[in-house]
């Protein structure tokens, strides 16, 4: 009885040695299925994928009708293909407005117009297209009298933000130093002239300078003055040789403080010494 009682409690003992090796099986076991469900959660079907976003993607297109028989996002509304909830045209129904009204009444009215017909430039719009019509007729006839008169390094014309600018050299108006017209640029302004009649938009008469200092025996004190004096030398011959009207133009005087190159080279600086007349734009495009 004594030995059959120690070789019971004997086996206990072994069992109890050996009992973690079950929890640890079952762990191997759970981690296992679960980067196994990892796994397959991951991995995506390529094809399967491509089914499903084709179909869906047919759907919206088509405007296929939801379920509880509504065609939009709410009853009640038009749906994607734009015909009434429960309204869907079928194969040989003749569609509402093409000869049968939305209570299968017949009709003599043609399809009705849609939204976009009805939409019309506004007021502003349609003065903005002027606008830029004008604008660009002007740049098109500067540009060619420029060309035909071989003054395409004396007279350049840019399409800016701000309006069409024209800049002339200072070696085409002025002598160094010096705010009276040379004779030579008077054809080139008195063409220029005819161009801004009946123009309808502000004119801007914009001098400026190199940062290079004037001689002592120039009559003005400054480059600000020389600026300023330049461009009113050109709003003067516009207004009082040419008759247009004062209230089209504004000048204003630089000096230096603009400059259009690098002043550090004979070739920077020249392109500084200059006169900007700038037609600009009374409306911006949205």
Same mark, same amino acid.
């Given at each position: 009885?004594?030995?059959?009682?120690?070789?019971?409690?004997?086996?206990?003992?072994? /069992?109890?040695?050996?009992?973690?090796?079950?929890?640890?099986?079952?762990?191997?076991?759970?981690?296992?299925?679960?980067?196994?469900?990892?796994?397959?959660?991951?991995?995506?079907?390529? #094809?399967?994928?491509?089914?499903?976003?084709?179909?869906?993607?047919?759907?919206?297109?088509?405007?296929?009708?939801?379920?509880?028989?509504?065609?939009?996002?709410?009853?009640?509304?038009?749906?994607?293909? *734009?015909?009434?909830?429960?309204?869907?045209?079928?194969?040989?129904?003749?569609?509402? *407005?093409?000869?049968?009204?939305?209570?299968?009444?017949?009709?003599?009215?043609?399809?009705?117009?849609?939204?976009? /017909?009805?939409?019309?430039?506004?007021?502003?719009?349609?003065?903005?297209?002027?606008? #830029?019509?004008?604008?660009?007729?002007?740049?098109?006839?500067?540009?060619?009298?420029?060309?035909?008169?071989?003054?395409?390094?004396?007279?350049?014309?840019?399409?800016?933000?701000?309006?069409?600018?024209?800049?002339?050299?200072?070696?085409?108006?002025?002598?160094?130093?010096?705010?009276?017209?040379?004779?030579?640029?008077?054809?080139?302004?008195?063409?220029?002239?005819?161009?801004?009649?009946?123009?309808?938009?502000?004119?801007?008469? #914009?001098?400026?300078?190199?940062?290079?200092?004037?001689?002592?025996?120039?009559?003005?004190?400054?480059?600000?003055?020389?600026?300023?004096? $330049?461009?009113?030398?050109?709003?003067?011959?516009?207004?009082?040789?040419?008759?247009?009207?004062?209230?089209?133009?504004?000048?204003?005087?630089?000096?230096?403080?603009?400059?259009?190159?690098?002043?550090?080279?004979?070739?920077?600086?020249?392109?500084?010494? $200059?006169?900007?007349?700038?037609?600009?734009?009374?409306?911006?495009?949205?």
């Amino acid at each position: 009885m004594r030995q059959r009682n120690r070789r019971k409690q004997r086996g206990t003992e072994q /069992d109890s040695r050996d009992r973690w090796m079950i929890t640890y099986a079952d762990l191997i076991t759970l981690l296992l299925i679960f980067f196994v469900v990892l796994y397959a959660m991951s991995s995506l079907d390529t #094809e399967k994928y491509n089914v499903v976003t084709g179909s869906l993607s047919q759907t919206f297109k088509n405007g296929s009708a939801l379920p509880g028989g509504g065609n939009g996002l709410l009853d009640g509304q038009k749906g994607l293909n *734009g015909t009434s909830p429960g309204r869907q045209s079928q194969p040989g129904s003749p569609a509402p *407005g093409k000869g049968q009204d939305a209570g299968g009444a017949e009709s003599s009215e043609g399809p009705s117009p849609t939204k976009s /017909d009805n939409l019309k430039p506004s007021d502003r719009e349609l003065a903005f297209r002027e606008q #830029e019509a004008r604008l660009a007729e002007l740049m098109g006839v500067i540009t060619k009298y420029v060309k035909d008169n071989n003054l395409g390094d004396q007279i350049f014309v840019a399409d800016k933000p701000q309006g069409i600018a024209i800049t002339l050299s200072d070696r085409f108006l002025f002598d160094p130093g010096n705010a009276a017209l040379k004779a030579p640029a008077l054809p080139a302004l008195k063409q220029l002239s005819g161009l801004f009649h009946g123009i309808g938009a502000t004119i801007s008469i #914009e001098g400026h300078t190199d940062n290079m200092p004037l001689s002592k025996l120039s009559r003005y004190s400054d480059n600000w003055e020389l600026s300023g004096a $330049r461009a009113l030398s050109v709003l003067r011959y516009f207004v009082d040789k040419e008759g247009l009207k004062p209230s089209t133009f504004q000048y204003a005087g630089y000096g230096d403080t603009r400059p259009a190159s690098d002043n550090s080279t004979e070739a920077g600086r020249q392109k500084n010494r $200059r006169v900007e007349i700038i037609v600009l734009r009374q409306l911006q495009g949205k």
